[in-house]
């Protein structure tokens, strides 16, 4: 596996889930949070595959900024964009990231992870993470932001590279050739894709997770 593209999606499940008690306020406690119930959601037998992924993407949805996310990611093209086409490009970005590494999070073997320091300036935060492969050690930084008093996470740096700036660069030469209306559908043919790669329900089971 490329290092460079795990996401926050992946590397956010790769976190030791032994802590008791999680202070919520913090970043570090959101991130914690929302690793605990992702793991919960992996490790629950009674659930076929759909359902857990339901569960999981929820927690997906409720632990990332996909607002901040597609605004960084469609950098200048974002003032351009109408109200209609953003809030398409939100919908469809955070599935597309959704679908993209739907496999890395069920595929998810109690990696161990390693925490560094949190340091927090104003509403916005970073929570440095070291991950332990059989390859090496990965450095991992998620950047999260303060909304209305709670941390959402908005972008992750995996060795320096910005999981942002790298779809914003790919997004980029899209638009100015295709225009936003080629972006979405772009997208929305990725997303396709991904779905029909998916293995059948039950081909993939909770066992070994």
Known sequence: MNRRFLTPLFVILLVCQGAVAIDYSTPRGRVQDAISRVIAVLKDGSLDREARWERIAAVIDDSFDFRSMSQSVLATHWKRATPEERERFIEFFSRYIEETYRSKIESYKDQEIRFGGEVIRGDRAVVETV???????????????????????????????????????????????????????????????????????????????
């Open 131 to 209: 991950i332990v492969t059989e390859g090496g050690e990965i450095p991992v930084n998620f950047k999260l932001k303060n909304n209305d008093g709670q941390w959402y996470a908005y972008d992750v740096e995996v060795e320096g590279t910005s999981l942002v700036a790298n779809y914003q660069n790919t997004f980029a030469a899209i638009v100015k050739n295709e225009g936003m209306d080629g972006l979405l559908s772009d997208i929305e043919r990725r997303i396709q894709r991904y779905r029909e790669a998916q293995p059948e329900d039950g081909a993939a089971s909770a066992e070994g997770i």
